[in-house]
């Protein structure tokens, strides 16, 4: 299985390139990709450096193009398509059938993977992807469980990659309306859940602090506790007179346990999420999953978690606790 690790600046892909990542996955900046924030991704100068920096390593570099582009952002999409090819990307990772279309008849030979805003849940669903677009491989959506990650890997015929660590999203990726509805900005277009200029904190007595997302309170924290990043999702609300994550909590995935079972299932690749955090995050969390997998691979009836590497992710976790989110569903 290929390690796919996040590069949300020249310092991070070099960090997940030194640390052992088969391959990187970035954007340029702008709204042509999902994690358009302000200070992150790549002008043509960093994104050529960084990949040839990637290939004196022998890591492969991905280039995100993962929003729905409007009429307004057509243009500029496929300029940044063109851009991404002429640069020699390694693949695209695309959720948009019109841009999808574009690359597929424009520049045929480039490798096409189908992001995870594609929101493909089901054979089909991946096939026809597979049928019209020619794409390779599909990041699948974090709604899974494992036996059906393995029921449909046996029904497809391209490549799967999955999320091995970082943030969760419970919800239909790629589809989510919860942003457009607090801010008025969509993330599958202007490519981010919580707009900065959207986040306010304010700082209370004695230490605790408030989470708003364009004036709407999204979570109250005592001192010292952990605090997310304010997205909508993960925000804790009263229902039926309780305050708890009625939606999501803030909990990293961790499918370390799971790498043997991934394994056998068949997928491809493991992708770290993550291109909104620091290098010293990448750094850790490529070095700590390259042991791993390199451990699952050298013997895997054997494989068990080292306790350190699970400390070490931790460390770096939001909400610093991790979960096996809908993988793990002992029912099926």
């Given at each position: 299985?290929?390690?796919?690790?996040?590069?949300?600046?020249l310092?991070?892909?070099?960090?997940?390139?030194?640390?052992?990542?088969?391959?990187?996955?970035?954007?340029?900046?702008?709204?042509?990709?999902a994690r358009?924030?302000?200070?992150?991704?790549?002008?043509?100068?960093?994104a050529?450096?960084?990949?040839?920096?990637a290939?004196?390593?022998?890591?492969?570099?991905?280039?995100?193009?993962n929003?729905?582009?409007?009429?307004?952002?057509?243009?500029?999409a496929?300029?940044?398509a063109?851009?991404?090819?002429?640069l020699?990307?390694?693949?695209?990772?695309?959720?948009?059938?019109?841009?999808?279309?574009?690359?597929?008849?424009?520049?045929?030979?480039?490798?096409?993977?189908?992001?995870?805003?594609?929101?493909?849940?089901?054979?089909?669903?991946?096939?026809?992807?597979a049928?019209e677009?020619?794409?390779?491989?599909?990041?699948?959506?974090?709604?899974?469980?494992?036996?059906?990650?393995?029921?449909?890997?046996?029904?497809?015929s391209v490549?799967?990659?999955?999320?091995?660590f970082?943030?969760l999203?419970?919800?239909?990726?790629?589809?989510?309306?919860?942003?457009?509805?607090?801010?008025g900005?969509?993330?599958?277009?202007?490519?981010?859940c919580?707009?900065?200029?959207?986040?306010?904190?304010e700082?209370?007595?004695?230490?605790?602090?408030?989470?708003?997302?364009?004036?709407?309170?999204?979570?109250?924290?005592?001192?010292?506790?952990?605090?997310?990043?304010?997205?909508?999702?993960?925000?804790?609300?009263?229902?039926?007179?309780?305050?708890?994550?009625?939606?999501?909590?803030?909990?990293s995935?961790?499918?370390?346990?799971?790498?043997?079972?991934?394994?056998?299932?068949?997928?491809?690749?493991?992708?770290?999420?993550?291109?909104?955090?620091?290098p010293a995050?990448?750094?850790?969390?490529?070095?700590?999953?390259?042991?791993?997998?390199?451990?699952?691979?050298?013997?895997?009836?054997?494989?068990?978690?080292?306790?350190?590497?699970?400390?070490?992710?931790d460390?770096?976790?939001?909400?610093s606790?991790?979960?096996?989110?809908?993988?793990?569903?002992?029912?099926?």
């Amino acid at each position: 299985m290929e390690l796919i690790c996040p590069a949300g600046t020249l310092p991070a892909l070099k960090a997940a390139v030194d640390n052992g990542a088969d391959a990187v996955y970035l954007g340029f900046r702008g709204a042509s990709n999902a994690r358009n924030f302000p200070g992150l991704n790549f002008s043509e100068v960093e994104a050529r450096e960084g990949l040839a920096y990637a290939r004196r390593a022998g890591a492969k570099v991905l280039v995100a193009l993962n929003t729905n582009p409007g009429p307004a952002q057509w243009d500029g999409a496929c300029r940044a398509a063109d851009q991404a090819v002429a640069l020699g990307a390694d693949a695209l990772i695309m959720a948009d059938i019109g841009l999808l279309g574009y690359i597929a008849e424009r520049h045929p030979q480039q490798r096409r993977h189908l992001s995870v805003q594609g929101s493909a849940t089901n054979y089909e669903a991946i096939n026809f992807y597979a049928r019209e677009f020619g794409v390779s491989r599909v990041v699948l959506p974090r709604v899974l469980s494992l036996a059906q990650v393995t029921a449909l890997i046996r029904r497809v015929s391209v490549e799967i990659e999955v999320f091995g660590f970082g943030s969760l999203c419970i919800m239909v990726e790629g589809r989510c309306q919860l942003s457009s509805y607090v801010t008025g900005e969509s993330p599958n277009v202007s490519g981010v859940c919580s707009p900065a200029k959207s986040v306010r904190w304010e700082e209370l007595p004695g230490g605790a602090r408030r989470s708003r997302l364009n004036g709407v309170l999204i979570d109250e924290y005592a001192p010292a506790e952990p605090a997310s990043y304010p997205t909508l999702c993960k925000g804790r609300f009263e229902v039926g007179g309780h305050t708890f994550y009625a939606l999501e909590e803030p909990t990293s995935l961790n499918t370390v346990a799971l790498l043997p079972d991934l394994q056998r299932a068949g997928v491809a690749a493991i992708k770290v999420e993550g291109r909104q955090r620091s290098p010293a995050y990448v750094a850790q969390v490529t070095r700590v999953l390259r042991a791993a997998l390199d451990a699952c691979k050298r013997d895997p009836e054997h494989f068990a978690p080292n306790p350190e590497w699970l400390t070490a992710l931790d460390k770096v976790a939001e909400g610093s606790c991790h979960t096996l989110g809908a993988y793990h569903r002992p029912w099926q």
